[in-house]
């Protein structure tokens, strides 16, 4: 008489484990599924990247124009903005941001850059939830334009004031 129900509780074991693990399968999956638009990203990619050789050619400013998504349900709000290439070889650099002044002067008096496609994105900027956004940035690396031109490629990091923080990149 023991036998029988020791063979019958592993027989209802391998029935309820499988049935509870599906049960808290589902019920994480719901969970998940439904809190997705609480958690803050930024999704883009680098359309555009214009060089401008400065300091007799030893030095470069990059200027880069980029589109941004805020999937998320709250506002993605900037808090730092940083542009790091990949050289060919070699370690990233990080560039020096220009302000949204100085971006305005090498548009005005540099005209070999081309026309200001879009406005450019400043601290405290907000991208609203469900937006998508076209903006730019610039930033001196003191390297030539040959080495800017030959990267592997460039990343720009934006983080949020609340600490979440996007990488969008270029695709050469």
Known sequence: MEGCWAIDVTKR????????????????????????????????????????PVNSGQASIVLVDFRATNPSDVPFVVSSVKLRLDPASGDA??????????????????KIIGPKYN????????VAPHQTVDRMTAARF???????????GLRLQLEDVDGAGAELGESK
Do not use: N
């Open 119 to 126: 406005d450019v994105l400043s601290l405290q900027d907000r």
């Open 142 to 152: 003191d390297v030539p334009e040959a080495a800017i031109k030959s990267r592997k």
């Open 13 to 52: 074991f391998r029935i309820v484990l499988p049935a509870g693990l599906a049960a808290v399968g589902v019920l994480l999956f719901i969970l998940l599924s439904t809190t997705t638009g609480a958690h803050l990203r930024l999704e883009g990619k680098i359309l555009k990247v214009r060089v401008l």
């Open 93 to 110: 650099l990080e560039g020096t941001q220009a302000s949204k002044p100085d971006i305005q002067d090498i548009f005005q008096y540099a």
